[in-house]
């Protein structure tokens, strides 16, 4: 969405009845979603509320870790960073 879109939290707004289901991923990249990233998942994640959403958010990033610790980390950090 924010490649093809540009604006996130506004394409949300206007189109969120239309949306069955989101997913993360970083930007650029499709990496972690943490502060390296273009996207702020935290305010995303309350535009999405804010529409009364219900359903699920995946976590759909590739972590760059190598390790299978490091992977289970960055997923445990996504999870975290769109409890809002």
Do not use: W
């Not at 009364?52 to 960073?81: D, S």
């Amino acid at each position: 969405m924010q490649v093809d879109e540009g604006d996130v939290i506004q394409t949300i707004r206007s189109y969120h009845e239309y949306i069955a289901h989101y997913h993360t991923a970083g930007v650029p990249g499709r990496n972690e979603i943490n502060e390296s990233q273009e996207l702020y998942y935290p305010a995303i994640m309350k535009a999405i509320l804010a529409t009364g959403f219900k359903g699920y958010v995946a976590q759909e990033f590739m972590p760059t870790g190598k390790t299978q610790e490091e992977k289970l980390a960055a997923l445990k950090e996504a999870v975290r960073i769109c409890d809002v």
